[in-house]
Antibody, heavy 118, light 111 residues
Framework: QVQLQESGPGLVKPSETLSLTCTVS????????WSWIRQPAGKGLEWIGR???????NYNPSLKSRVTMSVDTSKNQFSLKLSSVTAADTAVYYC????????????WGQGTLVTVSS | QSVLTQPPSVSAAPGQKVTISCSGS????????VSWYQQLPGTAPKLLIY???KRPSGIPDRFSGSKSGTSATLGITGLQTGDEADYYC????????????FGGGTKLTVL
């Protein structure tokens, strides 16, 4: 059974860079799209972007200038960096998997809360 | 403001049927498959429906999906108290701002 687990600091200071890693277990990271999705408290889902195992990326245009994603196939991990964070970036961050050509996410991590505060 | 439009809330009694609508445009729902997710309180979203109307293994047939034009609908029959959750629709948007898009979510209350 495929499992995804987010990890990273739960508290980030304003103007700094948020960094998260998603570790994939129970299956290969290869040949899938891997996305980051966030959800502010009491609000809906927002797609941040995705990375293919080749390293190609697609980002949400509203966040593109601040987002960088990377993948390490040797460790079965992919990562998110979001720069110049503000309180508006406080949210639960999820990692999720999509099959190539699919528009759905079949596996999700449990989510990790990141709070932006000084 | 979400790209896909869902009603904020719906409610029905146990055993009854409910539908949740999701409205979009030709650049998203009109030309791409729709998926639906169930998010129980304090948990991650769970895939309920993919490719408009297919159910992943383990999802009961009480849950169904359909699509017509630029709108999609999630149906739930035989409502149970355990179905109380937030439901989200999602799809790919092929416009210049291409990317995955979601509805704002619908809170289902089982009275």
């Amino acid at each position: 059974q495929v499992q995804l687990q987010e990890s990273g600091p739960g508290l980030v200071k304003p103007s700094e860079t948020l960094s998260l890693t998603c570790t994939v277990s129970g299956g290969s990271i290869s040949s899938y799209y891997w996305s980051w999705i966030r959800q502010p408290a009491g609000k809906g889902l927002e797609w941040i972007g995705r990375i293919y195992t080749s390293g190609s990326t697609n980002y949400n245009p509203s966040l593109k200038s601040r987002v960088t994603m990377s993948v390490d196939t040797s460790k079965n991990q992919f990562s998110l960096k979001l720069s110049s964070v503000t309180a508006a970036d406080t949210a639960v961050y999820y990692c999720a998997r999509a099959i190539v050509g699919a528009t759905d996410f079949d596996y999700w991590g449990q989510g990790t809360l990141v709070t932006v505060s000084s | 403001q979400s790209v896909l439009t869902q009603p904020p809330s719906v409610s029905a009694a146990p055993g009854q049927k409910v539908t949740i609508s999701c409205s979009g445009s030709s650049s998203n729902i009109g030309n791409n498959y729709v998926s639906w997710y169930q998010q129980l309180p304090g948990t991650a979203p769970k895939l309920l429906i993919y490719d408009n109307n297919k159910r992943p293994s383990g999802i009961p047939d009480r849950f169904s999906g359909s699509k017509s034009g630029t709108s999609a609908t999630l149906g739930i029959t035989g409502l149970q108290t355990g179905d109380e959750a937030d439901y989200y629709c999602g799809t790919w948007d092929s416009s210049l701002s291409a990317g995955q898009v979601f509805g704002g979510g619908t809170k289902l209350t089982v009275l």
